[in-house]
């Protein structure tokens, strides 16, 4: 059974930090573009980042560059969002997802598979 489950998730203060993490079962993540969406109360689904395995590439929303850093270790079949310097705004629930192509569409609908999502809170 195909599955994705993050973890890492929390309440942090702002200009903290937090790992996220998105472990893979059932398959291997070495072939596919990963994905971190968030997605706050009332708002739509956004990409926050996608790390494609085949070019290596990886790709960062504007809000978020400089702060954030997708990683994979292959071996492990997980991918990690390091968060830095967090912000009030980044408060969401935070998921995984899978695209098969390997392209890091922008489309949330192109995405084929998600996790359950974890939940991030920037509070003071």
């Known amino acids: 059974q195909l599955q994705l489950v993050e973890s890492g998730g929390g309440l942090v203060q702002p200009g903290g930090s937090l790992r996220l993490s998105c472990a893979a079962s059932g398959f291997t993540l070495d072939y596919y573009a990963i994905g971190w969406f968030r997605q706050a109360p009332g708002k739509e689904r956004e990409g926050v980042s996608c790390s494609s395995s085949s070019s290596g590439s990886t790709n960062y929303a504007d809000s978020v560059k400089g702060r954030f850093t997708i990683s994979r270790d292959n071996a492990k079949n997980t991918v990690y969002l390091q968060m830095n310097s967090l912000k009030s705004e980044d408060t969401a629930v935070y998921y995984c997802?899978?695209?098969?192509?390997?392209?890091?569409?922008?489309?949330?609908?192109?995405?084929?598979?998600w996790g359950q999502g974890t939940q991030v809170t920037v509070s003071s």
């Open positions: 997802a899978v695209e098969t192509g390997d392209s890091c569409p922008v489309a949330v609908d192109e995405y084929d598979y």
